[in-house]
């Protein structure tokens, strides 16, 4: 039991979370082809009732998922992930028709979503996008669905709002390219953010909702260390109207921060989960295997890098933890703990999937073999979502944006 005040109901379910991943999660996780789309998984996620309950937890509840899942099946994990990586602009930013259009199917695993950020030259720097959402001029300016009217900033440069003017566009096409974007080319909606004003950095991109069959739209696989499903997109013009569109024009930066903010601290559960494997794995693995006259786990230095891995798992867990705690809360501080969370927690499943590597020996590196896998898969939580080295500049600057108030108070 980690040494946080986790309710008795909590910690039953994480037992039982753990148990439906082993039991009949990685059956169908074994079955699904590598780099591809597991629809038998979502589906099966979606008949427990998982998927849903993206959109109906808070952030710890998130975490507990993620973590319980990934400890058994990091297959499962990363589906559930993504599914809520993709919608949850959806859920979060939607208009009711957008949500009772997809979230249903999305919930149920029938769907398949994607966060389309990443382009080949804006990875972690996302303000500097360059796929393009091109207005077609000469047509009317869209509703919100309040009576209002919307629009993009004027592209002339004086700030005035396109919803006022009498030619403001209603309907873009996006030209372009993504690149690194999970679930894609297979996905069936993807919320992909394209810049609507240039030169605006980061105050000049628009969120839309871009459902997969719409003309111009193509993709490719990309084959991955680890094989999760990660692709490219095209846009060849692809058509987008008021409707697609996710919050507001020109505020898409706000709706991808937002996910970020919420899904950081998850990914930093999700490498604690494989942190928290391949732990339980070394501990079993030592405590059992002859050696020098005697077991493994006699050895100081040995008992010594287990407790190390211990530790260093039990500090990550608690820090995952308090920042989703932190997101429940409302607390204005999330962004610093959910850089805080994500970075130590992948930076310490890397250093505990190694030494487990390390303990076991050559065995680990063997195909098939529970480390190997992980060893895979451990790798690319520290540069997505924003890798490492951002996530010591957000914590920076937010620990000086803090020290800045405290003195002016």
Request: hydrophobic content about 45%; charged content about 20%; overall charge neutral.
């Amino acid at each position: 039991m980690p040494a946080f005040s986790l309710e008795p109901d909590r910690i039953a379910w994480c037992a039982e979370l753990r148990a439906l991943a082993a039991g009949r999660l990685r059956p169908l996780a074994e079955k699904g082809a590598p780099g591809r789309v597991n629809r038998s998984l979502l589906a099966e996620l979606g008949r427990l009732g998982l998927l849903e309950r993206l959109f109906t937890s808070g952030a710890l509840d998130l975490c507990l998922m993620r973590e319980s899942l990934a400890r058994s099946c990091t297959e499962a994990e990363t589906a559930l992930a993504l599914q809520g990586l993709g919608a949850h602009p959806v859920h979060a930013h939607g208009t009711p028709a957008q949500r009772a259009r997809w979230l249903p199917a999305v919930a149920a695993g029938e769907a398949v979503a994607a966060f389309a950020l990443s382009e080949p030259g804006a990875g972690s720097d996302a303000a500097a996008l360059a796929l393009r959402a091109e207005p077609e001029t000469g047509t009317a300016p869209e509703a919100d669905g309040r009576g209002e009217q919307r629009g993009t900033t004027a592209p002339d440069g004086t700030g005035g709002s396109l919803a006022a003017r009498p030619d403001g566009p209603r309907r873009w096409r996006l030209t372009g390219t993504k690149c690194w974007i999970s679930n894609a080319p297979e996905a069936d909606l993807y919320t992909v953010f394209a810049r609507t004003t240039p030169g605006a950095g980061a105050r000049g991109v628009t969120a839309f909702l871009v459902p997969a069959d719409r003309p111009g739209l193509t993709g490719s696989a990309l084959e991955m260390l680890s094989p999760h499903p990660v692709g490219t997109l095209d846009f060849d013009g692809v058509p987008v109207t008021g409707d697609d569109v996710l919050g507001e024009p020109d505020r898409g930066f706000r709706v991808a921060m937002g996910t970020l903010n919420l899904f950081r601290p998850s990914v930093g559960a999700f490498a604690v989960g494989m942190a928290q494997a391949a732990l339980e794995a070394t501990v079993a693995h030592t405590a059992r295997r002859d050696a020098f006259g005697g077991r493994l786990s006699d050895l100081q230095a040995v008992a010594h890098r287990v407790a190390e891995m211990s530790l260093r798992t039990e500090a990550a867990r608690l820090m995952v933890y308090a920042a989703a705690t932190a997101y429940d809360a409302g607390d204005p501080d999330v962004p610093r703990r959910s850089a805080m969370a994500k970075l130590l927690a992948t930076e310490t499943a890397q250093y505990v999937v190694d030494a487990a590597v390390q303990l076991h020996g050559a065995r680990a590196l063997c195909r098939g073999h529970l480390l190997e896998h992980l060893y895979r898969e451990v790798r690319a939580p520290r540069i997505y979502e924003g890798a490492s080295e951002v996530q010591r500049s957000i914590i920076a600057k937010e620990t000086y944006a803090r020290l800045t108030t405290e003195e002016a108070l």
